[in-house]
């Protein structure tokens, strides 16, 4: 299976930045999207960023202009700038990747433990 290790999370102030990065691991034949998405306590999980092997991006509307999603194909690594960041953008950030391995005949859902992103004054 697909290991996910995602890291960069923590507490910053309204107007800071943060640097998400997730790392997939294990019998990889290929990736095709890695993306990013966040939920908060009580509510659904949502689209924050995701970009697939041909570099198509989706961005979330409320985070259009201020996040940055890119990855490193060679290190099977997706990161997520985060830029003038606002109370709204507490939630726990998840990494999903979409990849085949030598057991899976299609691609395969992989899902991040969740890093903590906390914006507060």
């Known amino acids: 299976q697909v290991q996910l290790v995602e890291s960069g999370g923590g507490l910053v102030q309204p107007g800071g930045s943060l640097r998400l990065s997730c790392a997939a691991s294990g019998s990889i034949v290929s990736i095709n999207a890695m993306g990013w998405y966040r939920q908060a306590p009580g509510k659904e999980r949502e689209l924050v960023a995701d970009?697939?092997?041909?570099?198509?991006?989706d961005y979330g509307s409320s985070v259009k202009g201020r996040f940055t999603i890119s990855r490193d194909n060679a290190k099977n690594t997706v990161y997520l700038q985060m830029n003038s960041l606002k109370p709204e953008d507490t939630a726990l950030y998840y990494c999903?990747?979409?990849?085949?391995?030598?057991?899976?005949?299609?691609?395969?859902?992989?899902w991040g433990q969740g890093t903590q992103v906390t914006v507060s004054s």
């Open positions: 999903r990747v979409y990849a085949r391995t030598p057991r899976s005949e299609w691609w395969t859902q992989s």
């Open positions: 970009v697939n092997n041909g570099g198509s991006i």
